[in-house]
Structures are given as C-alpha cells and as structure tokens.
C-alpha cells in the first residue's frame, strides 16, 4: 500500500509540472497568435487603402480589443470590425522615438494609410500577456507603413521623401512614328 501511495504521489508531482508547462506554452502559442493577427489586419489595412486610394485604418482604443475598418466585403465598402484579444492579453503603444508606454483606454490612436500605403505616424503596438512575469511582443508600423513583428524603432524617424514627383505625360514615351 505504502509502494502504490509513493507510486501516485510521484505521479501527482509530475503531472502538476506537465501542466504548468502546457498553461505556459498555451499562453506563448495565444500571444504569438494574436501578434500574428494584428500585423496581418494591419497589412490588410494598408493594402485595402493602396486598392482604395487611401481611408483604410486600424483603431486602437481599448487594451484588450481593436477596430480594423477596411473593404471585408467585395462591394469596396469599408466597414469596421472589432477584433478581441484573447483573454489575458493587453495592448499598448508607444510613439518612437519616445520610449513611453501609452494606454489605449485613456488616449487612443488611429493608425491610418494613405494611397501609398503609408502609415500617418510611425507606432510600436506592444502586446503583453497578463501573467505574472508575463511575456511581451511587439509589432511596428513604420513611417513607410511597412509592418514588421518583435523589432525595436529607435529614433529619430522621418518619413521617406519620394525621389520624382513630377511626372508628365510624355516622359519615357517613344514617338512611334504614325
């Protein structure tokens, strides 16, 4: 009896370090997941206000959800989805080169695209999972409106400046002689 008893403890003690392991891993698996949805609604948002010709957006107004407002549909109307965070998951963001944490509850950001595809203000989105010693990841919408994830942006940061903005009409043509 003494033997089956030492038996089941050990097997106890094992089992609590498996599962402690699992909730670990299942929290990285639903940060990584939720870093990974943000940049690709953002991508969407940027390549919708290329096909539109600009007003696609993403708003950040709350620590655990955020608003995308492209074109879902195949009509070309933009229409505004709310995306939640998995539970435990909060958002945040800073505005380089400034290193300060901003709470999206109390001052929210719209992340808004041009007809380029580019951002009107670069941002790092910080994406926190809410356990103790939590880990964190990052995504960053640069000036060019490029999305990339876990990166750093130091500053200062300026948006590109296009090399030829006049173009007529008769540049690069070849007369073909009718």
Known sequence: MVELLIVITVAAIISAIALIGFL????????SGATRNLSAYLEKA???????????????????????????????T??????????GTSISYTLPPATTSIDPSSTP???TYDWRGRATTP??????DSTVGGASSSVVVGPAGDVSTDTTVTGPVTTPTPQN???TTTTGIKNMGY
């Open 24 to 31: 670990k891993s299942t929290r990285s698996f639903n940060l």
């Open 46 to 76: 940027r390549l919708d206000s290329v096909r539109r010709h600009g007003g696609a957006s993403v708003d950040i107004n709350s620590v655990s959800s955020y608003t995308v407002h492209v074109a879902f549909a195949e009509d070309g």
């Open 78 to 87: 933009s229409t505004p989805r709310a995306i939640s965070l998995p539970a």
């Open 109 to 111: 950001i719209t992340i």
């Open 123 to 128: 941002v790092l989105l910080t994406l926190t």
């Open 165 to 167: 903005t006049t173009v």
